[in-house]
């Protein structure tokens, strides 16, 4: 499972007090519990930090413990007692000087990347005057922008999920990831959706997707399935190409993109091999009538991959930096090493037993 690093790291809260009553703790106990990504025997804790934190909030230091080791977090939630908004995410301070803060935001979060960032700042405010942010640096691909909230001192920047108490996490979560970007399949009136998060170039998806899609293509008529792309571009030298090519083939052939998502899965080796995506793009639309012309119009167009980039960008945004994930109902669910603890939901999801255990293999026989 390859993941991707976003300002996590988390900065010691330093701010004048702030006197205003905690929520209850299990109300805002099990909206984290919804927020986060549900791991193996996952417990959430929420403990009250002594100091204040950015202007208007309450801070709390969220914990997430799971028997999976790649599964879990520890972060910070702020809850606003004034319009209940929750931030979860990292909370960095701010350089105490007179610069813009444009500059010292550019500042603080280029020297965590340890790249060179640019920020601007919205205007337009936010409740509790938050204003949002963005940060963008220059890849191979294009722009791409980190987004995050400056509190009303100017002193803090808060790198997050960002959402109301009494709205369902995962409602909030499926706006915030752009779900209308996404290729829907299955039953549009059931009420299990299924939203998968993946990358062509991942092993993990690889595995993941010879396990799920034949599970979903014998279910189709029980389940509202969802497919967004995810490359993790600085890891997969072609995940974003493969990603555009879907996008693509999406606008000019929609009737072949699944043919397509399970090509790219099924030869993820012989891709790898073959040096630039371009050729291999191309091989597929000739092989299934697809107008090559028009799919490299749009595989090459710089607006369409800056939009892309953007859709990754809302992903990290909301903590969602691993491949595969699957939002299940509302509620992420990483893949993990195996992939038993998100087939099980899956299964259940769909109203079907868990799978039968897989036979243990036999140890080899030692020749004499």
Known sequence: MMKKTVLISLIALTLTPLHAAAPNLGTLQSYAAKALAKCPDGKVTLQPINEPGPAGFI?????????????GRHTILLFSPATNQVLIGSVLGLPPDNRTAEARIADTASGILKQNLTASVNAFPLPDALHAVSMTRQTQ???????GFVDASGRFLVVGSRGNLYVDPGTTLDESIGIENAVRRGNPNSKVKIIELSDFECPTCGRAHKEVEPLIEKNLS??????????????????????????AIQRVAPAKYWSYVNFVFANQDTIGKAGSFDKTLQNFCEDNDIDWSKVEKIYRSQPERNALLEQVSRTFDVGVNSTPTYIINGQMIGYGPSGSFTMTAIRSALGLPP????????EAKSRR
């Open 59 to 71: 801070p709390f230091e969220l914990t997430e413990t799971s028997s999976d080791q790649t599964c």
């Open 141 to 147: 691909w294009g722009p791409f922008s980190y987004h």
């Open 222 to 247: 029980k389940v509202d399935y969802y497919r967004l792309d995810l490359p993790l571009f600085e890891h997969h030298e072609w995940a974003l190409p493969a990603a555009m090519g879907a996008r």
């Open 355 to 362: 799978a039968a255990p897989k036979p243990a293999k036999k």
